[in-house]
């Protein structure tokens, strides 16, 4: 015989407590300390290992950070340096004039040492020397944005050159000397010329990279770079 349904009692949502997990009262958050211990705020800032920022510049008004956002803060720096760096390489090569040191308003993520060293300027109060804050950034990272725009620029106009150099045209009117081209000229003095003035161009590389396609690419990177700035300033002249 089929079992007849069990009907539910009445008090069947009085139960429901007893399986309720009993959880244990939070406890009270501590508040913040005040951002004026600067003995508690460099002790935030430096990990238990080794601390990758040193702020011994911290002073009493500065907002203490936590250790995280220290180690962010250190990375970015690091990591900018590194960029800036690059592209300095990358202006010696081509003999392109380098950013040297001011009397004011130097970055000092493009002239410190070390990453610690230019997180301490930067965090520091605000100087003539040196920028600080998030001026510090915008300015390396416009810098970088520049360099990154005016590269383009540079290698379309030696990719350009070396183009106009090795057409065939040109190696053909060398070889002819200026004659007048009839039926019976042979296209084989034009391979042989071209292959002179390749032997030629191989037995200095450098020079040849340097004459071919560094030139005109230091032209085409100042020319852009140039062009960039000043519409930097312009921008910025309209913000004030």
């Known amino acids: 015989p089929a079992v007849a349904p069990q009907a539910l009692p009445e008090n069947w949502d009085m139960t429901m407590g007893d399986f309720t997990p009993k959880v244990a009262a939070p406890q009270p958050i501590a508040p913040p300390p005040a951002p004026t211990q600067v003995a508690a705020a460099a002790a935030m800032v430096a990990p238990t290992t080794s601390a990758p920022v ?79 804050g998030a001026v510090a950034f915008d300015d390396a990272f416009d810098d970088i944005r520049c360099h990154q725009m005016a590269m383009l620029a540079g290698v379309r106009a030696g990719f350009d050159a070396l183009l106009a150099h090795f057409n065939p045209d040109r190696f053909e009117r060398e070889a002819d000397g200026g004659a007048k081209r009839t039926a019976f000229t042979g296209k084989g003095r034009y391979w042989d010329k071209y292959r002179e003035h390749f032997e030629g161009l191989m037995k200095d590389p450098d020079e040849c990279f340097r004459r071919l396609f560094g030139d005109e690419f230091a032209r085409a990177y100042e020319a852009q770079l140039s062009r960039l700035k000043s519409a930097r300033k312009a921008e910025q002249s309209t913000r004030r």
Do not use: C, W, Y
Not at 55 to 62: E, F, I, N, Q, Y
Not at 98 to 125: D, G, H, M, W, Y
């Open 54 to 132: 040193q702020l011994a510049a911290v002073t009493a008004g500065t907002p203490m950070l936590p250790a995280e956002l220290a180690q962010m803060l250190h990375v970015v720096a690091d990591g900018v340096m590194d960029v800036l760096r690059a592209r300095a390489e990358i202006k010696n090569s081509f003999r392109l004039p380098v950013t040297i040191i001011q009397r004011s308003e130097n970055n000092p993520l493009k002239f410190a040492a070390t990453a610690e060293e230019a997180v301490q300027k930067i965090l520091a109060p605000p100087n003539t020397t040196f920028l600080s």
